[in-house]
């Protein structure tokens, strides 16, 4: 099982902001496990903290803003993007102004920094998000679009499409975040020129100039116009007649843009809070409908906080009806896990496929045959059974024994045709031959049961 993981020490970098052009340094602290990403400005009295999650993002203008109350900072995403592809999970970030710095308008300063303390695992296990199902969301006004398929691993393809003559449409593809370093992090921020003036106008792009972002000249401007922003930019003036990129170094990839989307993409998927494991398709991504996804995404983990296992019937179980046979004591009737699929350390998953023949139907109740809630928690209490003994040199000699059962909940009824999945994880390591666990069952994806127990481990006479 992956476990968290946070820094091997601390870093920091220093540089100006893209919209204050003020003097910043932002410093990256380890973090202690099931902390997340956290920011605090230590400019401010009390230096107050910030969730970096998506529900507390403010603006997405040119960015992503994070906010409590009236304390703001933005800029965020790319050093939340080289935090995220590479897996860590904790981090404490502070920060002495209202934005980290902007750097080269890329991710490749806060990698080399962190390729450069590396990385600590912690003995908590990384709590991923699976994607069972399609989830997205549009935005009809402006085409933007984002949807989330179940997949192994987390991937992004980015596709982007803009109504000019530089840069129409292009693509990008990351299929392993191992490729983040060398594919993605180095694609830099980009701006047209047509959308200089208003950003200044707004009080935006301070800092900016052809140091820290790709500025796409599209549409031919009267040479006055044109020479008047180089000024303000700090640039050297250019042919008026002349389209093309202004940058002070070439293009990294000739679909830089789309790459840097993606890389966009990435950091404010971070503001989801969990790891997910499924790929994104992003068409015409901004940091609008990033954020609109991430907090659906919050929304879809609130509604299933506990993910039912993955079934897949046809792959082989760890554990057939024999070998549970080994280990249990229990027969017909009482026998009531089929198969065990995964087994780990401190959880297992059980499965068991009730009929209509199950004996306790005939009574319980004959019109409406519903499975008694007493029975699935002994099933459950089996899995846990199961986990236990397994560990033990001589598990035929043991037996385990309810001591107690606390917090049970059952939320749907189970009937004949279900098939029940069983999850059930150790609260603590066993202690005196007492163990406690936390357990669930599901139906598909939605939780039937759940409860807490104490077992009692006793050798047979």
Partial sequence: MSKQTTLNGSFSLCGKGLHTGLNLTVTFYPAPENHG????????ENQPVIDAIADNVVDTQRGTVLAKGDVRVSTVEHALAALYAHGIDNCL?????????????????????????????QKAPKDFYVIHHKIEVKDDNTGSCITILPDEQFSITSMISFDSTVLSSSFATLDDMKKFDKEIAASRTFVFVREIQPLLNAGLIKGGDLDNAIVIY??????????????????????????????????????EPARHKLLDIIGDMALIGKPIKG????????????????????????????????????KAPIMDINKIRDLLPHRFPMQLVDKIIEIGSDYIIGVK??????????????????????????AMAQCGGL??????????????????????KFR???VPGDT???????????????????????????????????????KNK
């Fill in 37 to 44: 990403y956290k920011i605090k400005r230590i400019d401010l």
């Fill in 93 to 121: 970030i502070e920060v002495n102004g209202p934005e980290f710095p902007i750097l080269d308008g890329s991710a490749i300063e806060y990698v080399k920094k962190i390729n450069q303390i590396g990385i600590e695992e």
């Fill in 218 to 255: 599209e549409n031919k401007l009267p040479q006055e116009q044109l020479d008047l922003l180089a000024d303000i930019i700090g640039t050297k003036h250019r042919d008026a007649n002349e389209l093309g990129y202004l940058q002070t170094k070439e293009l990294v990839w000739k679909n």
């Fill in 279 to 314: 790929r994104i398709i992003a068409t015409r991504p901004g940091h609008t409908i990033n954020n609109k996804f991430a907090r659906l995404m919050r929304k879809e983990i609130r509604q299933h906080e506990v993910q039912a296992p993955i079934y897949n019937p046809s």
């Fill in 353 to 378: 496929n009730v009929t209509s023949n199950e004996p306790f139907f005939q009574g319980h109740f004959p019109q409406e045959p519903v499975m008694p809630g007493v029975l699935q928690i002994e």
């Fill in 387 to 408: 986990l236990v003994l397994n560990q033990l040199e001589e598990p035929e000699r043991w037996s385990t024994y309810f001591m107690k059962i606390d917090d049970v």
């Fill in 412 to 414: 749907q009824k189970v």
């Fill in 420 to 458: 029940l999945l069983f999850k059930v994880k150790l609260l603590g390591p066993v202690r005196h031959g007492i163990s406690s666990m936390k357990g669930f069952v599901f139906v598909g994806e939605n939780i039937v049961m759940e409860a807490t127990f104490t077992a009692q481990i006793v």
